[in-house]
């Protein structure tokens, strides 16, 4: 079997246009601006590049965007009154603080700092709570992304057996819940399942969510399963990549190792995902562009809602 690539690209794409004209019929019809702030604080490099996209995007699409860089030494207190701050002004429908923070942080505090009507990364425990209870609300982005994905490309969900492995408040769990409101039979695994590759077998749509380069591998995807990437790893190991990638990327990514030091990878070996699944998201160009897409929506969803 060769699978079915799903680009991330023409569905994110679709979702942002259909998010432009609203922020333009919004601007027209009731003169709303949705606003977007993005904190980030630090130096992680793969935030520097989420949240580069993140705020890219939501001026592309007419809205209102602005972006906090703090350092990383910044207090609790002071990260804290930020997000009190950008809660009480009228103008911010959506504040997303990306995650990792550092250390001094209690994250935890944080997200429930946030205003649960602007929180949108649907990170707030009364938006995982009602998601939980099948109660409207800002659900988070990349699980919410990967539902599209699937429904988008028309592939059946009611019914069928998805295994999520990682259990993680970003992705894991979210996608468990939003699975079960599409009438699939949910399993999690993770670090602590007896026999994951087992369960992982079984699964006719496979959501791979752990942060292991090519953790998952023949023996744990189903002939003709859907297989949903969510790793983003990098791979600097040659022998490695010579593991996972099928001879039509190998070359190409070797170069891009030798030329960059590194590849990025999921947590699927792409070779197996495309022997055996019959759809397969790649990294770079699957989920993660969707995680944006789905935020630019969250955004205006944030300000219709608020904004009445
Ligand atoms: N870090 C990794 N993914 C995410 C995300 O979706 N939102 C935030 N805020 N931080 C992240």
Redesign the pocket.
């Known amino acids: 079997m060769t699978a079915r690539i799903l680009s991330g690209k023409e569905i994110a794409e679709a979702i942002k246009q259909e998010v432009a004209e609203e922020v333009k019929d919004l601007a027209e019809k009731h003169g709303i601006r949705p606003g977007l702030v993005v904190v980030r604080v630090g130096e992680d490099a793969?935030?520097a590049v989420?949240v580069g996209s993140k705020v890219k995007t939501s001026a592309e699409l007419g809205m209102f965007s602005e972006q906090h860089h703090l350092p990383e030494s910044i207090s609790h207190e002071e990260l804290l009154k930020l997000v009190k701050e950008l809660n009480s002004r009228p103008e911010v429908d959506g504040i997303?603080?990306?995650?990792?923070l550092p250390k001094q942080i209690d994250e935890r505090e944080i997200l429930e700092a946030i205003d649960p009507e602007k929180d949108v990364?649907g990170?707030h425990p009364i938006n995982v709570g009602k998601l939980s209870q099948g109660q409207k609300s800002l659900e988070?982005?990349?699980p919410a992304g990967i539902i599209e994905i699937l429904k988008r490309s028309n592939i059946n969900i009611a019914g069928e057996h998805a295994v999520i492995i990682g259990r993680s408040n970003?992705?894991g769990k979210p996608m468990a819940q939003l699975l079960l409101r599409e009438n699939a039979t949910v399993t999690i695994c993770h670090s602590r399942t007896r026999n994951l590759a087992e369960i992982a077998a079984q699964a006719d749509i496979l959501v791979a969510a752990i942060g292991k380069a090519g953790f998952v591998r023949a023996g744990l995807i189903k002939e003709g399963a859907s297989v949903i990437d969510v790793g983003m790893n990098s791979v600097s190991d040659v022998e490695l990549a010579k593991e996972l990638f099928g001879a039509d990327e190998l070359e190409k990514r070797l170069n891009t190792i030798a030329k960059r030091g590194f590849t990025l990878v999921g947590d699927v070996s792409p070779k197996d995902a495309k022997e055996r699944a019959a759809n397969f998201t790649p990294v770079p160009g699957g989920v993660g562009l969707l995680?944006v897409a789905m935020?630019m929506k969250n955004t205006v969803e944030a300000a219709k809602m608020r904004r009445k």
């Open positions: 793969a935030s989420y997303l603080v990306q995650l990792p990364d990170f988070p982005c990349t970003i992705v995680t935020l």
